[in-house]
């Protein structure tokens, strides 16, 4: 392994990104109501397929070069780092510049590196860096290849953290297998009766009930249209060979509506009332039970 180039990684890098990663959550909110730009390798400022910021892009080509005969792609493993940290002869700053690499190498993404020597040209293929989150988005041609493309709208940030993930997974593989996507958005809106109460088991029952608890009925009548529930439908989480991207879409649509309804309207409707002077909530209320009696 070449030392001397794996010292002169670019060093800031994992805490500048750390530090970029506390403004994500504001930048998914943004998501919901802002005029997208596509990436596009005729662009240096687009929406960021890794955060979603609308930034600036930086632009790079790529050069290669070969390894002698006998070498291969190095990836670190966890036992040569436990050697170099047994390692008595190296200086304590050099094991913390190692351990930023390693660490880099570990996460499986690709990240830029500098290098002295010059190899060969690469012709299409590019990576471009995100001002924002520092990441790297890997392009062959025109095309993204890395990371997956997310299609469809983002997830209404008041879902829970895991139909989040379903949901942004299944955005990243519609292109490829709407079929797939479609399996996890099932699922996704199973867990999201169970978060708001029901039993998750029986999707049909689970979605009367929560019209009756005051769900849009349009809600149910969208979510028989794309074979979710009734007599047909599969299970949550199984793939329907009969699904297309149209109904993946729709899908999006449909769990972010329930969301939109049952958990962010009633959430900002409690905050605003909560911001009412207190003599003025007492006399709601007191009006609230006079009514009832």
């Not at 060969?120 to 590019?126: A, I, P, Q």
């Not at 999201?192 to 929560?210: T, W, Y």
């Amino acid at each position: 392994m070449n030392m001397k180039t794996i010292i002169n990684f670019i060093k800031g890098t994992s805490k500048q990104r750390k530090s970029n990663e506390k403004s994500d959550e504001k930048i998914r909110n943004e998501q919901m109501t802002k005029k997208t730009s596509p990436p596009s390798i005729k662009k240096t400022a687009f929406d960021c397929p890794h955060c979603g910021a609308f930034t600036t892009q930086y632009w790079f080509s790529i050069k290669a070069k070969q390894l002698d005969e006998n070498y291969f792609p190095i990836i670190p493993s966890k036992e040569w780092w436990a050697s170099v940290q047994k390692d008595p002869e190296k200086p304590e700053e050099e094991k913390r510049i190692l351990l930023d690499w390693y660490k880099e190498m570990s996460t499986g993404l690709v990240f830029i590196e500098k290098a002295g020597e010059r190899g060969y040209d690469v012709r299409n293929l590019y990576i471009s860096k995100c001002y924002h989150c520092k990441k790297i988005t890997v392009w062959v041609h025109d095309n993204i290849v890395f990371p997956p493309e997310k299609q469809g709208i983002p997830p209404n940030q008041d879902l829970s953290e895991e139909i989040i993930r379903d949901f942004e997974e299944a955005r990243s593989i519609v292109g490829l297998s709407p079929r797939g996507a479609a399996a996890l958005l099932r699922l996704c809106i199973q867990k999201l009766c169970v978060f708001l109460g029901e039993k998750g088991k029986d999707i049909d029952k689970n979605i009367a009930s929560l019209v009756a608890k005051g769900l849009n009925p349009l809600v149910q009548k969208s979510l028989d249209i794309v074979r979710v529930i009734g007599n047909e439908a599969v299970h949550p989480g199984v793939i329907d060979l009969n699904d297309d991207r149209d109904t993946a879409n729709k899908l999006f649509d449909l769990i972010n509506s329930i969301a939109d309804q049952m958990i962010t309207h009633p959430k900002n409707v409690e905050e605003l009332y909560e911001k009412l002077p207190e003599s003025k909530r007492k006399a709601i209320e007191e009006r609230n039970g006079k009514a009832k009696k």
